[in-house]
């Protein structure tokens, strides 16, 4: 049976609440199945020698002695309420750390995203529409490389070539365009790589296609069938692989901040794990989370103005 507009949309939010549930819950777990102690770490912290006592007495302050579901659904009646808590490491609000770290961490997927879009897309059509010849073999012999090279790898060589040697940028972070850029291009350089081999085997079989042939009939240049016809046809799955990639660039975007120190939520998180701070790092799950739901739900939803078809069945 058919669902109405509503309907789906109460079970595409029942779906999302789940997976919120899901992350929350065995994001606590893990902390809490930790052998680190938070009591320890707050002292650590702050350079103090604590007796038995005072750890007893903090454990008790931060309700860690608690039991486990009664621990977890006192942080999810505060996160019900817009409290995330305060960190351990300076007793700062976690949701205003993590707000002000936020918009950082979305520039630089943003631009990464669309540094991406702008190389790949061009190249993959190149590369199937001279399919086999030299330019092709020799792409797909650097997509090999940039696929098998992890993104931190490629920063810290960049960082050593642009910054150390050649002395393009400063090794100093700054929050401009040349502080931005590498960090975004460390992300963009593998992701491209799959971009770009993804776009060439989805060309080929649009080009493969019977309306190619019919355009070839009539004349139509091999470019404009490219350009006009074979990616407009590429567009939903360039939003569905958009969609897909959105996650690793979020995740590796953790590593690549803190090697360019750029002020993301990716320099929050590794602080907070070296510190032991759970409170943040719960947080911070849960926030990548929600901003991965949000983003998918947005490709989706984007379907219907892309697709006439998607529409129609809509």
């Known amino acids: 049976m058919k669902r109405s507009r509503g309907g789906r949309i109460a079970w595409r939010l029942c779906g999302a609440l789940v997976v919120i549930l899901g992350v929350t819950f065995l994001t606590f777990l893990l902390a809490y199945l930790s052998p680190a102690d938070a009591a320890i770490s707050w002292f650590a912290d ?7 006592e005072e750890l007893i007495a903090k454990r008790a302050e931060l309700g860690v002695d608690r ?22 490491r300076n007793g ?11 918009p950082f961490t979305l520039a630089l997927t943003a631009v990464s995203l669309v540094m991406t879009l702008v190389v790949s897309i061009p190249l993959g059509l190149l ?32 960082l050593y070539l642009l910054c150390v040697r050649l002395g ?26 799959w971009y770009i081999r993804q776009v060439r085997a989805l060309a080929l079989g649009q080009i493969n296609a019977g309306y190619v042939s019919g355009l070839r009939a009539r004349g139509v240049s091999e470019t404009r069938i490219l350009v006009k016809h074979v990616l407009r046809n590429l567009a939903v799955p360039l939003l569905t692989l958009v969609g897909i990639s959105l996650g690793s660039l979020l995740g590796g975007a953790v590593i690549v901040e803190n090697i360019f120190g750029w002020p993301g939520v990716g320099g929050v998180s590794v602080l907070a794990i ?29 379907y219907r103005f892309i697709d006439p078809r998607v529409r129609k069945r809509g």
């Open 127 to 158: 590369c199937a529409r001279y399919r086999d010849s030299a330019y092709d073999q020799f792409m797909r012999f650097i997509t090999y490389l940039f696929n098998a090279l992890p993104n931190f790898f490629i920063a810290l060589l960049m």
């Open 274 to 302: 070296g510190h032991r701070d759970y409170i943040v790092i719960q947080a911070y799950a849960l926030l990548m989370a929600i901003v991965f739901l949000i983003v998918n739900a947005l490709v989706d939803f984007s």
């Open 168 to 193: 393009w940028f400063s090794v100093i972070p700054t929050y401009d365009f040349k502080g931005i850029f590498m960090p975004s291009v460390a992300l963009a350089l593998p992701l491209s790589a």
């Open 46 to 52: 702050r350079g103090i020698y604590p007796s038995e």
């Open 67 to 88: 039991p486990f579901f009664e621990q977890y659904l006192s942080w999810m009646w505060g996160l019900c309420h817009g409290d995330l808590g305060e960190s351990l």
């Open 92 to 102: 700062a609000p976690v949701a205003d750390t993590l707000m002000e770290a936020l």
